[in-house]
């Protein structure tokens, strides 16, 4: 079996910032999930960290702040606390952009899902808001004449979906829309990989947790161009009749890279 193991694979930029945060802080307590993925997350507590689900149960000690942003209210709330503030510089760009149309009284135009992380974070800096995830949504969207906006995309938006969409936006624009382009290099980059490898390994074997979006978007993407892809949580997930000429491995931002290094051990020592 060949066995290609992902040069784009797991931790991006900003987890292993939001990580390396964590390790160096005294005592930390992390706010809510540093990264969507419950291995990860396990492995912080077992280490000591403190999982807190608001600004008050940390009482004294730091807080930090995940890759992914948090609401303006934990903002408000940690105005006279320590924190560590891991916001990934991509998101952190969004929550700007989400702050400016406040104050410059537009409407945010969030292409995502307005369940995510990472999107209610950001809306939660703007005062009007409107989500668009399906390119039906796009077609069926109208631009009021008398409003100003900004679009922006989920950071781990699918790429084609996204500039997709914005072509179909940028028709029925005018002059008060501006259109900003955030999704995140790191994630394109594994997503392109994943894509290319698809099409000459006879099996793709996607590393991640189902609730971590880009995950999800890169296992699709890999999907739509060879139908043997599997979305796998770990090495023990791999079932006993697993076998294959060829298989690339690879995982999504939020996964322990020795995870992913874990499922290619073990493809390759039974063989
Ligand atoms: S996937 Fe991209 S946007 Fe999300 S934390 Fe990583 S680098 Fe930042």
Do not use: W
């Amino acid at each position: 079996m060949k066995v290609t193991l992902a040069k784009y694979g797991g931790f991006c930029i900003g987890v292993k910032r939001a990580l390396n945060i964590v390790e160096s802080a005294p005592n930390p307590c992390i706010l809510g999930y540093l990264v969507n993925n419950d291995r990860v997350m396990e492995r912080l507590k077992s280490k000591g960290v403190n999982i807190v689900s608001s600004v008050g149960e940390a009482g004294e000690k730091p807080i930090v702040i995940s890759a992914s942003s948090t609401l303006k209210s934990n903002y408000e709330a940690l105005a006279s606390k320590p924190y560590y503030d891991a916001t990934c510089r991509v998101v952190f760009r969004c929550v700007e952009i989400a702050k400016r149309s406040q104050i410059e009284g537009k409407t945010l135009v969030i292409i995502g899902e307005k369940d995510h992380l990472e999107v209610k974070n950001v809306a939660s800096f703007a005062d009007k808001v409107e989500y668009i995830l399906t390119e039906k949504e796009a077609e069926e969207f109208t631009f009021s004449k008398s409003k100003g906006y900004i679009v922006i995309t989920q950071t781990t938006f699918p790429k084609a979906r996204a500039e997709y969409i914005y072509s179909l936006l940028k028709t029925k624009a005018n002059e008060n829309v501006e259109f900003v382009f955030t999704l995140c290099d790191s994630v394109r980059k594994r997503v392109e990989e994943a894509v290319e490898n698809a099409k000459t390994h006879e099996k793709v074997l996607v590393v991640g947790d189902s609730k971590s979006a880009n995950c999800r978007f890169l296992y699709n993407a890999a999907l739509e161009v060879n139908p043997q892809t599997y979305f796998i949580e770990s090495a023990d997930f791999i079932s006993e009749g697993f076998t294959a000429e060829s298989v690339f491995v690879t995982g999504g931002a939020s996964v322990d890279p020795e995870d992913i290094k874990e499922v290619v051990r073990k493809l390759v020592t039974r063989e």
